[in-house]
């Protein structure tokens, strides 16, 4: 069993930062892909950001591209989401994901992950 604890959210103001961060624990961190979901009240959870198992290759909505960056430090076990001009449709729980295997179109979905952390709220004010 791989255990994800994330942390960071809180409440910022629109235009503002946080980083989040995914701390895994259990199993070999460097053998699964890692992802970023969110889920607003009411709504799918959805893809926010994904990365390979060596940190090669990223995936992003399209909704963040160009503002969110992941980025995982295998050494530390630890994955990380890197939120900039942060924007009040990006309030949600945001959850980190791993997953074994390739890094194929089964990243973009909840259904291709195995593991999942508790989630940690962001609210972005406006």
């Known amino acids: 069993q791989v255990q994800l604890v994330e942390s960071g959210g809180g409440l910022v103001q629109a235009g503002g930062s946080l980083r989040l961060s995914c701390a895994a624990s259990?199993?070999?961190?460097?053998?699964?892909?890692m992802g970023w979901f969110r889920q607003a009240p009411g709504k799918e959870r959805d893809l926010v950001a994904a990365i390979s198992r060596s940190g090669g290759r990223t995936r992003y909505a399209d909704s963040v591209k160009g503002r969110f960056s992941i980025s995982r430090d295998n050494a530390k076990s630890t994955a990380f989401l890197q939120m900039n001009s942060l924007k009040s449709e990006d309030t949600a729980v945001y959850y980190c994901?791993?997953?074994?295997?390739?890094?194929?179109?089964?990243?973009?979905?909840?259904?291709?992950?195995?593991?999942w952390g508790q989630g940690t709220q962001v609210t972005v004010s406006s």
């Open positions: 994901a791993a997953k074994g295997g390739g890094f194929g179109s089964n990243t973009y979905y909840t259904t291709g992950y195995e593991y």
């Open positions: 259990g199993r070999t961190f460097s053998n699964y892909a």
